[in-house]
């Protein structure tokens, strides 16, 4: 394999982990970002991101003499062979991707780029981007490709490592060639395309595993008013291996940084191109939908009225294995608790202080005891694992309710009951 001369911009979840990951397979890699607080805790390999194993990827990468932070684009890339582009593209206006961090990094690094070098789009970005990016170089000596991450937040450093696919699309065979290339190590299947289907697979990705979530939850609800068990349900189809057994866990609406921007994105793609994509459209209006039933279920298991009951709150990241709050299902549920009147403590074990902006709507406590102290109810949010060891007879005895809303399906009933709980689950 060769080495490769590596620049990565941008050192959010998907550029620092992309960087520790290209350096632990033998590249140097030199990551940029603009914010220099993080790149100097980088340098003494402190990450902030909640990620297993990514510290001390990042901590050998340092040692080894293979990977380097600095701060701005023009230190990044002089020297570099591929560049990738990490940055942010958030939901914009009309639910479009926003490109302006992808346009800043680009004019800002045009005329320092070596011939023959090849820039890559990581990032989520709409078809045609890979053109604009040519567009914006100005320049006939280097290249662009697209090569789209499908790392999930909590085992990203594992996706990285052992992907399911490797997916390189450019224009310029030649460029598609030498970035996959760099991935060789993990001997992964490799599809090589067109930039403008590259650009598309992770929208296509992204928006079919939202579909599958808000299915099961509409199935859930159905359960409810039938009398089956969403459990059962999804147990049989599972085993159907058209289905499988991923996505098919009820909760309370699916959110986090890449799901809600990518489906808003991927429907504004479609309008633009005068195709009405119903089903997507269904697909986001049945997860929007959902956070009002779960409001409906705790407001009917604590009596119906929430003002002025206190709930604890168990979860506040979008997904466990992560401290990611980014449109958090938990936290758009406890705003929707808020304004019904409720008085809200939540726990988290990735998070163990308010977020100023974020958080305002409760009180981040560090203990779970808190959380339960005098409690009409506590409401599992996030599938944390270790909710499930709780000493779940201590919590009992502190609360003032008995009841505990199992808005992921987590928790062993009978544990709960043997306790003195009663609990509400999702789809039973």
Known sequence: MFVRRVAVVGAGYVGLTSAACLASLGHHVVCADIDEQKVEQLRRAQVAIFEPDLPELVQEGIAAGRLEFV???????????????????PMGEGGAADLKAVEAAVAEMKDLLAPGTVVVNKSTVPVGTA?????L???????????????????????????DRIVVGSDAQNAAERVSALYARLGAPTVLMDAASAELVKYSANCFLAMKLSYVNAMAELCERLGADIANVTEGMGFDQRIGQSFLQPGPGWGGSCLPKDTHALLQIAEAAGHEFELLSATINTNEKQSRLIINKIADAVGGDLAGKKLGLLGLAFKAGTNDLRDSPALKIAGLL?????????????????????????TVVDDVQQAAKDANALVVLTEWPQFRSLDWAALAGTMTGQVVVDTRNLLDVDILTRAGLTSHGVGR
């Open 137 to 163: 170089l100005d320049r006939d000596d280097v290249f662009v490709a697209s090569n789209p991450e499908f790392l999930r937040e909590g085992s990203a450093v594992k996706d990285f490592m052992h992907p």
């Open 71 to 89: 701060v701005g684009v023009r230190n990044a890339v002089e020297n570099a062979e591929v560049v990738f582009l990490c940055v942010p593209t």
């Open 338 to 362: 808020k304004k019904e009147g409720a008085e809200l403590v939540a726990y988290d074990p990735a998070i163990p202080n308010a977020v100023e902006g974020v958080t305002d709507d409760v």
């Open 131 to 135: 053109k604009r990016v040519l567009e």
